[in-house]
């Protein structure tokens, strides 16, 4: 059974830069699109971007693209977010997903994290 | 990008009563070479992450209870559940997937009557 794990900070102070880890567990993730998404408290759910498990095609959402950075390591068997320039705006849950079909990221997410609070203050 | 727009934000439904969520996309996310719409249902429980209920907009996945349905094509889409029990209280979130990015709805919140 495959399971996914944010880590991170739960506190980024503005301006810095809010990093993230999803470690995945119980399956490889060779061959599978990876994403970033976001939940602010009491609202809805935003894609980040996806990356696919080898680094060589990452997709980021528009509104985001200038402030992350979607990386991989296969060794690890872990993908990672870096959103600089943070504000309060950014204060959300991040949840890592798996793309359900291989070598596409234009499917559902069918695995989730259980996500990771990050708050941004001073 | 696709805007997805539920409605009704919230529903109060009776327990065994049917329950209906509606979902439109500000274009169609049926792709035409293969006649698929490319369309996603979720549920939200709280302090939960979302799971997956329904793709291709009609196909339940592998252990959801077949109370719950879905249909549609092009840009308007339903979730329905036909009987209301209580572990389906939860906020309910269509997404598509046709292009980047992949957008969801905003929600809607089905509580108990």
């Known amino acids: 059974q495959v399971q996914l794990q944010e880590s991170g900070p739960g506190l980024v102070k503005p301006s810095e830069a809010l990093s993230l880890t999803c470690t995945v567990s119980g399956g490889s993730v060779t061959n599978y699109y990876w994403a970033w998404i976001r939940q602010p408290p009491g609202k809805g759910l935003e894609l980040i971007g996806n990356i696919y498990y080898d680094g060589s095609t990452t997709n980021y959402n528009p509104s985001l693209k200038i402030r992350v950075t979607i990386s991989a390591d296969t060794s690890k068997n872990q993908y990672s977010l870096k959103l600089s320039s943070v504000t309060a705006a950014d204060t959300a849950v991040y949840y890592c997903a798996r793309v359900r079909t291989m070598t596409t990221f234009f499917d559902a997410f069918d695995m989730w994290g259980q996500g990771t609070m990050v708050t941004v203050s001073s | 990008d696709i805007v997805m727009t539920q409605s009704p934000d919230s529903l109060a439904v009776s327990l065994g009563e049917r329950a209906t969520i509606n979902c439109k996309s500000s274009q169609s996310v049926l792709y035409s070479s293969n006649n698929q719409n490319y369309l996603a249902w979720y549920q939200q429980k709280p302090g939960q992450p979302p799971k997956l209920l329904i793709s291709?907009?009609?196909s339940r996945e592998s252990g959801v209870p077949d109370r719950f349905s879905a249909s549609g094509s092009g840009t308007d889409f339903t979730l329905s559940i036909s009987s209301l029990q209580a572990e389906d209280v939860a906020v309910y979130y269509c997404q598509h997937y046709y292009s980047t990015p992949q957008t969801f709805g905003q929600g809607t919140k089905l509580e108990i009557k």
């Open positions: 291709w907009a009609s």
